[in-house]
């Protein structure tokens, strides 16, 4: 009767013990996975606000050089990066250009309501290797809608040119560009 009486102690200590750790287990994972579903409900409406907020600012930027081509009356052609390019002077013979080639152009850059920021005038001729060099992606998307010797106009979404910044100096930020071009 003894050994019963133990062994009946001994299983209900193990019971006892058991459902103590097994509710002090539960209740962190509960709590702490309740604040991961806050944690994210709140992150998932902080996203969806700044994807919201960066939709309606690319909305008005594609606005913008809308009404830029509508008023200038121009027949830009509209790539899938959002680049539009208009060959004003086409060349007679000139070959198409292809990541790796060296272009030398002559530039004017201005933003949407005319301000001229840069040129080949005062900067100097610019000198490149489409696709390796440290200037605008813009630019290096740009080039290979156009030939050597042609004259064209490239309007550069801010995306591709200067971005959330501007450059610091005379490009504000988030403001699409102008690149009235010559490619030698």
Not at 131 to 148: A, C, L, M, P, T
Not at 161 to 175: F, V
């Amino acid at each position: 009767m003894i050994g019963n009486f133990y062994t009946a102690l001994i299983y209900t200590v193990l019971f006892i013990g058991s459902a103590f750790f097994c509710s002090c287990g539960n209740t962190e994972p509960k709590q702490k996975a309740k604040t991961d579903l806050t944690k994210n409900i709140n992150e998932t409406g902080l996203k969806n606000q700044f994807v919201k907020a960066n939709k309606q600012l690319v909305q008005k930027e594609i606005d913008e050089m809308d009404y830029y081509v509508k008023t200038h009356k121009m027949p830009f052609t509209t790539t899938t990066s959002g680049i539009r390019y208009y060959v004003y002077k086409p060349s007679a013979k000139g070959d198409s250009i292809k990541d790796g080639d060296e272009i030398v152009m002559n530039f004017k850059v201005s933003l949407l309501d005319g301000t001229e920021c840069y040129s080949s005038k005062t900067e100097g001729k610019k000198t490149f290797i489409v696709g390796n060099e440290d200037i605008e992606s813009g630019i290096h998307r740009g080039v290979k809608y156009v030939k050597h010797g042609d004259k064209a106009l490239l309007l550069i979404p801010s995306h591709l040119a200067h971005g959330l910044l501007g450059d610091m100096n005379k490009i504000p930020p988030q403001m699409p560009i102008i690149y009235d071009i010559e490619i030698y």
